[in-house]
C-alpha cells in the first residue's frame, strides 16, 4: 500500500504543478469524472509525467520515502486526484503507452536521419538481387546464423518475383558466428559467377552452416571452385565485408534483419507487411 500510494502521490505532484482546470475552492463540487478528464488531459499532453513517477517508484524499495509519503497529510484536492488515479489506472496505463509511442517515434526519425545521411552505402549493390535499376531498394543487413534472417530469405525471394520494380541489396554482417563470415565471403564468391542469389537461398536453408556444407552448396550449383576459393580470399571480399561492417556501424545498427526501403527504416517482417510496404510508396 505504501508504494502504491507513492505512485499516486509522485504522479498527482506532477500533476498539480501542471495548468489543471480545477482548483482547490470548487474541487467539492466537480464531479469524479470531470476529475478523470482533467488529469487524462493533463497525462495526454504530458505523458513523460506518468513515466517519471514509475521510475521513481521502482526506487524504492523498503523505503524511507516511501514511509514518509504515507505520513505526509494530503491536502482534500491532492486525496481527491489521488483517488480518481487509484480508482482509474487505466489513465497511467495510457499514458505510459502515449510516451513509449512517443520515444519510439522519435528513436525512429532519429534513425532516419542516420540512414539519409548514409544512403548511397546502404543501398550500394556488390550484391543484389531484383531488377538492377529498380525503383525501389529494400536493403537487409542480416547474419547467415541468424534463425530470423533464415525465416526472411523465402519472403524476400518471393518480393523479387512479384516486384518486377524492386532491387534488393544485401549486407551481409558476421557477428554471431565464425561460420557466419565463412557463408557470406562464400556468397560474395558465389556472386562472382552470377549465383548470389542462389547461394543466398541454399545456405539459409542450412540449419547451421559450415564450411563443409557451404562447399557443397558450391559444388551442386556448378560453380567453378577454384575461382570459387581465391574470390572467397581474395582482397575485394575482405574490402566488402569491411564495407558493410563499417556502414553498419554508421548506422549504429543493433539486430538482424534490418531493414531498410528507399532510406527508410522499415519494421515489417511478414510477406504482407513487407509488400504493403512497397505498394504504399507506389501510392496504392
Known amino acids: 500500500m505504501r508504494k502504491l500510494r507513492f505512485l499516486t502521490t509522485a504522479i498527482l505532484s506532477t500533476i498539480l504543478s501542471c495548468n ?13 469524472e470531470e ?4 488529469i487524462a488531459n493533463v497525462l495526454k499532453k504530458n505523458p513523460k509525467i506518468a513515466y517519471d513517477a514509475l521510475v521513481e517508484y521502482k526506487k524504492v524499495k523498503d523505503v524511507q520515502k516511501a514511509i514518509n509519503e504515507e505520513k505526509r ?42 540512414y539519409k545521411k548514409y544512403i548511397k552505402e546502404i ?5 543484389y538481387a531484383g531488377n538492377p535499376n529498380g525503383k525501389y531498394v529494400l536493403a537487409e543487413f542480416f547474419d547467415f546464423s541468424c534463425g530470423y534472417c533464415k525465416q526472411m530469405a523465402p519472403r524476400l525471394e518471393k518480393l523479387i518475383k512479384n516486384n518486377p520494380d524492386l532491387k534488393i ?16 565471403r562464400a556468397a560474395i564468391a ?23 556444407s557451404i562447399e557443397k552448396i558450391a559444388k551442386d550449383l556448378g560453380l567453378n571452385m577454384d575461382k570459387y576459393k581465391e574470390d572467397m580470399k581474395s582482397k575485394q571480399t575482405d574490402e566488402l565485408l569491411d ?42
Not at 476529475?35 to 482533467?38: K, S
Not at 541489396?169 to 557470406?184: D, G
Open 243 to 284: 564495407k558493410v561492417r563499417k556502414t553498419a556501424d554508421n548506422i549504429n545498427m543493433k539486430s538482424v534483419p534490418t531493414l531498410v526501403l528507399n532510406g527508410m527504416p522499415l519494421y515489417a517482417v511478414e510477406e504482407a507487411q513487407l509488400q504493403r510496404a512497397i505498394d504504399v510508396l507506389r501510392g496504392q
Open 35 to 38: 476529475v478523470a478528464r482533467a
Open 20 to 32: 489543471i482546470a480545477i482548483s482547490a475552492e470548487n474541487f467539492n463540487d466537480v464531479p469524479e
Open 123 to 127: 543501398n550500394s549493390d556488390e550484391l
Open 190 to 212: 558465389a556472386s562472382k559467377q552470377g549465383k548470389f542469389l542462389e547461394m543466398y537461398l541454399k545456405i539459409m536453408q542450412e540449419v547451421r552452416p559450415n564450411e563443409v
Open 169 to 184: 541489396v544485401f549486407k551481409p554482417v558476421s557477428f554471431l558466428s565464425r561460420n557466419s563470415e565463412i557463408a557470406a
Open 73 to 114: 497529510e494530503l491536502t482534500p484536492l491532492e486525496e481527491k486526484i489521488s483517488e480518481v488515479l487509484k480508482d482509474n489506472p487505466l489513465l497511467v496505463v495510457g499514458a505510459l503507452q502515449i510516451y513509449e509511442q512517443e520515444k519510439q517515434q522519435e528513436q525512429l526519425l532519429k534513425t532516419a536521419e542516420s
